[in-house]
Structure formats: structure tokens, C-alpha cells
């Protein structure tokens, strides 16, 4: 479901300029997700507030640091208060952990089916994060998954996120 006025617990989808935003969007394309304009997506946290992943490390910034840019706020239909609430919850315990360009790697590595012995412990464990890795974790925090296609756990881009929610 899409919508304008964002609610904690909303994912916000946007776009990242430079060459940043062009390698993630390569990233995406290779890994089947499409070659649109959302390269990164975070959560919306209550007062106003956001967690997103970046390159030192997830951190909490106020919502209107988005005020000028072009986001989409996208939510799984029927998501209840308190699921919401879950959802926020879990964001708290995600400050900090790193981001990590490999994931990507990693993703295209799992859907070009190239056997790779421990790949899949390897997302699990090394506790970095892209930003919609981090999003989905949230969610599945709060017992709310949203793929059910089977995908592995961190398997997940922003486009991934838009496919599945903003059509």
C-alpha cells in the first residue's frame, strides 16, 4: 500500500545521486530487481524520526532531513498499531551495525544459483546491512514478514521492497 503521510512503521523508498546511487541501482539489475529510481529505503521511526543503514553504520535521523526529496512510503496492507509498534521496537536494537556493498554481491551470488559454501551464514552472521536488509529484519523482529516467496532472510533490495509494495 502507498501512501503519502508516513506512520511509524512506514518503509520510505527514495533515491541516491551519484555514483552511490548508481552502482546500487546496478546492484539491483543484476540481482533481477528492476532499473528504477529507489536506491535506498528506510523506516519511519514515531516523533518524527528514521533508521536507516549508511556506510558508518545505521543511525536514527530526524524525518525531515527527507523534506525536499522525492519518497514513496510504502506498508504491507492491514499492518496493525501494533505491529507498528513491534516494528519500531525492534528498530532500536539495529543502531550501529555496519553497511556492507558486499551484501549485494552476496544477493547476486544466491541468484545466479553459483554454489558458494557458506554464503547463506555468511549474510546471517557478519551483522552488516543494506538498507532494505535492515527494514525487512525490523519486520521480521515484529513477526511480520513480508516476502513469501521463499527468498533467504536479508535477500532484499529497495526495489525488491517497491515490487512488492508500491504496485
Not at 34 to 56: C, S
Request: net charge neutral.
Amino acid at each position: 500500500m502507498k501512501h503519502t503521510h508516513p506512520l511509524p512503521g512506514d518503509i520510505g523508498l527514495t533515491q541516491i545521486s551519484g555514483v552511490s546511487g548508481r552502482l546500487i541501482r546496478f546492484g539491483q539489475w543484476i540481482n533481477g530487481d528492476g532499473f528504477a529510481d529507489y536506491e535506498h529505503a528506510f523506516l519511519v521511526l514515531p516523533d518524527d524520526q528514521v533508521l536507516e543503514a549508511e556506510p558508518g553504520g545505521a543511525r536514527i535521523r530526524p524525518l525531515t532531513d527527507y523534506g525536499g526529496a522525492n519518497v514513496l512510503y510504502v506498508c504491507p496492507e492491514g499492518l496493525t498499531e501494533r505491529q507498528r509498534a513491534g516494528i519500531c521496537t525492534a528498530a532500536s536494537r539495529y543502531v550501529g551495525v555496519p553497511y556492507s556493498f558486499l551484501d549485494y554481491a552476496a544477493i547476486a551470488t544466491h541468484r545466479f544459483h553459483v554454489p558458494v559454501p557458506g554464503l547463506r551464514r555468511y549474510i546471517a552472521n557478519t551483522r552488516h546491512m543494506i538498507c532494505s536488509q535492515l527494514v525487512d529484519q525490523c519486520y521480521l523482529d515484529a513477526g511480520v514478514h513480508l516476502f513469501a516467496d521463499g527468498r533467504w532472510p536479508g535477500y532484499v533490495t529497495p526495489m525488491a521492497l517497491y515490487q512488492l509494495l508500491a504496485r
